[in-house]
Every structure is written in structure tokens, then in C-alpha cells.
């Protein structure tokens, strides 16, 4: 039984800290589908989700968050504190198995034996560097155990406080954009209003520089989604935004730009495009998501009329090539089922083509003022 517990308590300090180094230290996507962390989180995902679907679905969709999506709100950070208890909780009772495994040779300072209990106590007050003294271990081996403990304890506490400024600021970064697309293209985000507000009375050339942006912020949650994957479970401020929402809007407006418009420069749309997509495509293989067929249609042939009755209004002008309308089908085909994954994954809602009929924006909102007495 002591060799048994040996072996098990360092296969699990190896497994827990290798998977601490994966998910904290490395830079870079994990094929592998042996992993603590990604155990932990499909299935606490999986039970937060069937828990969320049952809350009432109230709210104003604005300032408001309904209760399932303040619920929802709840996982992310609730999560990342689990699993750091969770990588904690692991290495002590991997130790304590350790010090048993000797013989519990440990100085206690009441009569009562030493046993695994006391093992895991003293695990316990070594790994977080209490340093009490009423439990100390005897002999040269687990004294240098002990040490060992308190160094990885120490090393652990100093990854964690490192972490989270890291994880809160790559969430800042990508939230920041998000809130810029409050007033250039509706709550929530649609193509058209992107294009309409900043392409309007025929100034197209504005345009890139949003999808510039737009470009830029795509390769940032790439990269911070794919090193921090727990960033996706972090909910924006507003029921009506996501960054899932923000980047199929940058797919829309591209496809849009690179299909069905005229006189515009395609360079940035075609660049920003491939961005956009290459981060919906890796961050639905990062959750194991299959492409699903959006359903219902997203732009059915009614709307996509009234489409472009909107933006022809706003003085943008479009193409008249009749096959047009299949070229944005056909790139629509080469996104949508990728952001509809993740979208029925993370119950995040997929943005509108076309902006809904008198919703005003978020910042037009405010507890103080009808939307009516504001600026639009």
C-alpha cells in the first residue's frame, strides 16, 4: 500500500503541475485530450449551463442583465477560483500521500499518533508556508519532502498572483473594442449598421480603417482566447454584447464589403476577413466543436432586400451583379457554421444582419432619460 500511494501521489503532483504549466505558462494551444483543466471545465460548463437554462430569461437586454445571463456571467470568474482551489487541493493531498507512504514519521505535539490525517494537516501548513511547528516531520527524507512541499507551494502562489492580472487584462483589451462598437454599429452589433453609420453619404474610404481595427483586435482574441482559453467564459458588461457578437459582425461587415458593394477597396475587407475567420475556426477546434448550419437562416432572401434598400439609402452604393447574393452565400458558408457552435456552446447570441427596429443603442440608454430625450 505505501508503494501504491507513493507512485499515486507523484503521478498526481506530475499531472497537476504539468497542467498548471499548460494552462498558465504556455503560450499556446494543447492538443492533447488528457487534461485536468479541460476535464474540469466541460464538465462544471456543462452542469452551470443546464442550471442556466432553466432561469428566467427578464431583462432589458441593455444596462439589465436578465438573470440567466447574470448567472452565466458568474462561471468564468467562479470557475478560475475552483480550479486554482481545485490545483491546490490536488498537490496537498499528493504530498500527504508522499509523508504516509514513509511511515508518517512526523513529530506531533499532542499524544495522539500520527496518521494520514496528521500527514495531510502537516501537507497542508507546508504547502501554503504556515510554518506552525506542531507537526514536523523527522528523519532526512521527509524533511527534504517537506521542503520540496514548501517550495512548490510557494512557486504556486507566486504563478497565481501573476495569473489573474494577466488573464484581467487580456479581457480588458478585447472588452474595450468591444464597448467601441456600441456606437458604430448598434447593441447589438450588426453589419449593416457598421457599414451604414461609417460608410454613410458615399465616404467608403472611412471604412478601413475600422475594419483596421477591426483586423487588429481579431488577432489579439486569437491569441489571448487560445492562451487563456478561460477568457471565453468571461461574459461582457452588456446582455446585447459579446466578443462572440463583435466578431461574427466583423465577418458580416467583410463578406459584405468583399460581395455586395461598390466602389470600396476590397484589400482591408479580404484581410480582415481571414483574421476573423481563422479565430472563429480555431477557437471552435479549441472547444471540440463540430460546424453547425445556423438555424434558422441568419439572411434569408427577405432580408437580405431590405438590406440593401438600407444601405443603398445611406448613399453606399451597390453592386448590380446579379451573383452577388451567391458569393456572400458562399463566404457566409465558409464562417457561419463555426461562430453558430460556438454561439450554441457558450449560449452567446449571434448578432443580426440587420439592426432591430427601435433599440436604441446602449449609450442612449440610462436609468435617468428615455431613449427619446437623448442624442441619436
Known amino acids: ?54 432561469a428566467p430569461r427578464g431583462g432589458d437586454g441593455g444596462e439589465i442583465s436578465s438573470p440567466r445571463e447574470a448567472f452565466l456571467g458568474l462561471y468564468g470568474p467562479l470557475a478560475l477560483i475552483v ?21 508518517s514519521a512526523l513529530a506531533v505535539a499532542t499524544p495522539t499518533a500520527p496518521g494520514f490525517g496528521a500527514d495531510l494537516y502537516m501537507s497542508g501548513t507546508t504547502f501554503f508556508t504556515l510554518g506552525l511547528g506542531d507537526v514536523v516531520p523527522r528523519g532526512g527524507l521527509p524533511r527534504a519532502l517537506a521542503v520540496i512541499e514548501a517550495g512548490t507551494g510557494f512557486a504556486f502562489l507566486a504563478l497565481v498572483i501573476g495569473y489573474l492580472p494577466v488573464l484581467y487584462q487580456a479581457f480588458s483589451r478585447r472588452e474595450a473594442d468591444i464597448s467601441l462598437l456600441d456606437a458604430r454599429a448598434g447593441s447589438p452589433p450588426s453589419a449593416t449598421e457598421l457599414i451604414r453609420r461609417n460608410a454613410a453619404a458615399g465616404q467608403c474610404e472611412a471604412l478601413d480603417p475600422v475594419l483596421q481595427r477591426a483586423e487588429e483586435w481579431s488577432a489579439q482574441l486569437l491569441e489571448s482566447h487560445l492562451s487563456y482559453p478561460s477568457v471565453a467564459f468571461f461574459r461582457s458588461q452588456h446582455e446585447n454584447q459579446s466578443w462572440l457578437a463583435a466578431l461574427t459582425a466583423t465577418l458580416d461587415a467583410s463578406a459584405l464589403v468583399l460581395t455586395c458593394l461598390d466602389g470600396i477597396p476590397t484589400g482591408q475587407a479580404r484581410a480582415t476577413f481571414a483574421i476573423a475567420r481563422h479565430t472563429a475556426v480555431d477557437l471552435a477546434q479549441l472547444f471540440d466543436l463540430s460546424p453547425t448550419k445556423p438555424v434558422p437562416d441568419r439572411l434569408p432572401a427577405a432580408d437580405l432586400a431590405r438590406l440593401r434598400t438600407v444601405l443603398a439609402g445611406a448613399g453606399i452604393p451597390l453592386r448590380a451583379d446579379p451573383d452577388a447574393a451567391t458569393r456572400l452565400t458562399t463566404l457566409r458558408g465558409l464562417y457561419e457554421p463555426y461562430v453558430a457552435a460556438l454561439g450554441a456552446y457558450l449560449l452567446m447570441a449571434l448578432p443580426p444582419w440587420l439592426h432591430p427596429e427601435g433599440v436604441p443603442d446602449d449609450w442612449q440608454t440610462t436609468p435617468w432619460a428615455p431613449p427619446d430625450e437623448l442624442p441619436s
Do not use: C, K, N
Open 1 to 54: 500500500m505505501e508503494i501504491l500511494a507513493a507512485v499515486a501521489g507523484l503521478a498526481l503532483i506530475a499531472v497537476t503541475l504539468w497542467d498548471a504549466f499548460e494552462t498558465v505558462v504556455l503560450p499556446r494551444r494543447v492538443s492533447h485530450p488528457v487534461r485536468l483543466t479541460r476535464a474540469f471545465y466541460r464538465s462544471t460548463w456543462w452542469l452551470w449551463t443546464r442550471l442556466a437554462r432553466v
Open 83 to 103: 480550479l486554482l482551489s481545485l490545483w491546490a487541493a490536488v498537490l496537498v493531498v499528493a504530498f500527504a500521500m508522499l509523508q504516509w507512504s514513509l511511515g
